[in-house]
T-cell receptor
Framework: QQQVKQSPQSLIVQKGGISIINCAYE??????FPWYQQFPGKGPALLIA?????SEKKEGRFTISFNKSAKQFSLHIMDSQPGDSATYFC????????????FGPGTRLSVLP | DVKVTQSSRYLVKRTGEKVFLECVQD?????MFWYRQDPGLGLRLIYF???????EKGDIPEGYSVSREKKERFSLILESASTNQTSMYLC??????????FGPGTRLTVT
């Protein structure tokens, strides 16, 4: 019930294309869903996050789509750039977890020039 | 600017050695975390702390211990390092708001 599933494991996209990464969860007590971006040799950094009371959040080229009934959320990267090449993690947090998060296994994105 | 620092970026230790990984945050956060990161497994929580001198086990605490004597510092201890503890170790901190900040990580190799 605490698990967050993430797909695909890896993704290759041409420059200018759309990158889509999907996550799914089981526990309806989750109330905060962040996405983290991690470059090689660096720690993860918060990219964008959403609460379940909205269906979409957009920040620049990055959009989270949230489907509460399906218990799924996804990250869309529009006009993907080589500089977006990184590993992306979805995560979830719920009040029952205290201050803790559960993370998906990560997606390695490569954007070809 | 938010900052979480870890004492070493790369560390090589021998089996059986006692290993200390240090993490310091400058944001006066109450909550601090230690994760290990392995390919295909994502981030797994080892230990966390909500306050000075308190600690809670995460999902994979076996073989590890922690210490938090000061609010800004959270140490991860491998009492007797083993090869299966070769991994990337990430420290994080957060206030009681939702955002969590990570350090750059320590890549530990146990030979």
């Amino acid at each position: 019930q605490q698990q967050v599933k993430q797909s695909p494991q890896s993704l290759i996209v041409q420059k200018g294309g759309i990158s889509i990464i999907n996550c799914a969860y089981e526990n309806t007590a989750f109330d905060y869903f962040p996405w983290y971006q991690q470059f090689p040799g660096k720690g993860p950094a918060l990219l964008i996050a959403i609460r379940p009371d909205v269906s979409e959040k957009k920040e620049g080229r990055f959009t989270i789509s949230f489907n509460k009934s399906a218990k799924q959320f996804s990250l869309h990267i529009m006009d993907s750039q080589p500089g977006d090449s990184a590993t992306y993690f979805c995560a979830a947090r719920g009040a029952y977890l205290g201050q803790n998060f559960v993370f998906g296994p990560g997606t390695r994105l490569s954007v070809l020039p | 600017d938010v900052k979480v620092t870890q004492s070493s970026r790369y560390l090589v230790k021998r089996t059986g050695e006692k290993v200390f990984l240090e993490c310091v945050q400058d944001m006066d956060h109450e909550n601090m975390f230690w994760y290990r990161q392995d390919p295909g497994l994502g981030l797994r929580l080892i230990y966390f702390s909500y306050d000075v001198k308190m600690k809670e086990k995460g999902d994979i605490p076996e073989g590890y211990s922690v210490s938090r004597e000061k609010k800004e510092r959270f140490s991860l201890i491998l009492e007797s390092a083993s090869t299966n503890q070769t991994s990337m170790y990430l420290c994080a901190s957060k206030s009681d708001s939702y955002e969590q900040y990570f350090g750059p990580g320590t890549r530990l190799t146990v030979t």
